[in-house]
């Protein structure tokens, strides 16, 4: 049993080139979640996806979008990449309502 | 929406010894309240979680509390083991089925042997 499953686990970006991390999960969970973590900020909420179908923002979504592709699949992009999105990225599902959220290894993207 | 703030950022204690971290949260209406230990260089795990309808819940070294009228939550660790050393983050979520897990900031405990 994989959980969820993040791709790259580490990337290098010039600053204005974009690209995309994949997240899937195989536990069937109907919310999928991404996080960026950056030294003393903790886990800061960039998008959520309560259900297959729907998206919206959270506390730091700009400069990225997000595609829920199917009920597995949750998909982040960087449309043109900055320092500041230097960070460690983690993927989360859970189901709906007060449950566990699982986490991904997480991506450390770095951008020069 | 939510938000959570975390006391203390950083925490040394002595093997043996217990560790107390705690959590504010600001909507009254979240319901649910996990903790997870985050080790250096892997993903956070859940160790333990709490529910707005109990006080309390213990899993043997480690307990949590929830005061919902002060609308803040607690983790206790006793006995502290030199593996505990790592960082520990609270969570908060509201009821709704749309609504995401919020977190606070994070402390760094280390157990000092």
């Known amino acids: 049993n994989a959980g969820v499953t993040q791709t790259p686990k580490f990337q290098v970006l010039k600053t204005g080139q974009s690209m995309t991390l994949q997240c899937a999960q195989d536990m069937n969970h109907n919310s999928m979640y991404w996080y960026r973590q950056d030294p003393g900020m903790g886990l800061r909420l960039i998008y959520y996806s309560a259900s297959e179908g729907t998206t919206d923002k959270g506390e730091v979504p700009n400069g990225y979008n997000v595609s829920r592709l199917n009920k597995r699949e949750f998909s982040l992009r960087l449309e043109s990449a900055a320092p500041s999105q230097t960070s460690v990225y983690f993927c989360?599902?859970?189901?709906?309502?007060?449950?566990?959220?699982?986490f991904g290894q997480g991506t450390r993207l770095t951008v020069v | 929406g939510e938000n959570v703030e975390q006391h203390p950022s950083t925490l040394s204690v002595q093997e043996g010894d217990s560790a107390v971290i705690k959590c504010t949260y600001s909507d009254s209406a979240s319901n649910y309240f996990p903790w997870y230990k985050q080790e250096l260089g892997k993903r956070p795990q859940l160790i333990i979680d709490i529910r707005s309808n109990v006080g309390e819940k213990k899993d043997q070294r480690i307990a949590v509390t929830l005061n919902k009228t002060a609308k803040h939550f607690s983790l206790h660790i006793t006995e502290t083991q030199p593996e505990d050393s790592a960082v520990y983050f609270c969570?908060?979520?509201?009821?709704?089925?749309?609504?995401?897990?919020?977190f606070g900031k994070g402390t760094r405990l280390s157990v000092i042997a």
């Open positions: 989360a599902s859970s189901e709906q309502g007060g449950t566990e959220a699982f």
């Open positions: 969570a908060a979520r509201g009821p709704s089925g749309n609504t995401p897990l919020v």
